[in-house]
């Protein structure tokens, strides 16, 4: 049988699912301030507005302390395994209960098969659930080495160029050459990631 290629896999993968990895991403990798600041994050997301329950801004404290310190380590495993925990799968499967399907469907166009679906998600938690669930599915091997956390920075990142095909070290060339430049300057030394804020 013909395998796959990590394109191909991607593009099957809708642009709901790219826009939740990247705001899970996001969320991930940012200094959490308000409550609104995270939920705009998860807004950018194609879903009706009142899609969440609404929170008060006293919510930033579970966002900061629990939902980003959970979604950090989830993906830290990914990046660090190479290869997706069985701990992080089980948490994920946990979580995923609470994205629903709002309607679902079956096309038949141009001669391909294709099932449709809405999801809706009740909040932060379902949102990063899922993107981390398409990251850490077992069909989806690929995706899970497109994510990376950055020598230079700390910070982690996907990689959307197609044919990307990890594992990779750094967000950007510029961290890159940056991290390539101290080190010339700086020989023997080690090159400490800062935390994430
Ligand atoms: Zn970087």
Redesign the pocket.
Known sequence: MKRESPEFRLAQHDRLAKLAIRAAVDFANCRVESAEQVLEIFQRLPLPRHAFKTVGPEAVRSFRDSDQREVRTWLAQIVERGNVARQVREQVAKRIQAVDVLSAGLVFEEGILRPQFALSFSGVQACYAYAVALLASRDSDRLAKRLGS??????F?FDERSGAGGPRE???S??KNQLGVWRFANPGKNWKAPTLP
């Open positions: 950055c020598k230079k920075c700390g910070r990142f750094y967000c950007s510029a961290h």
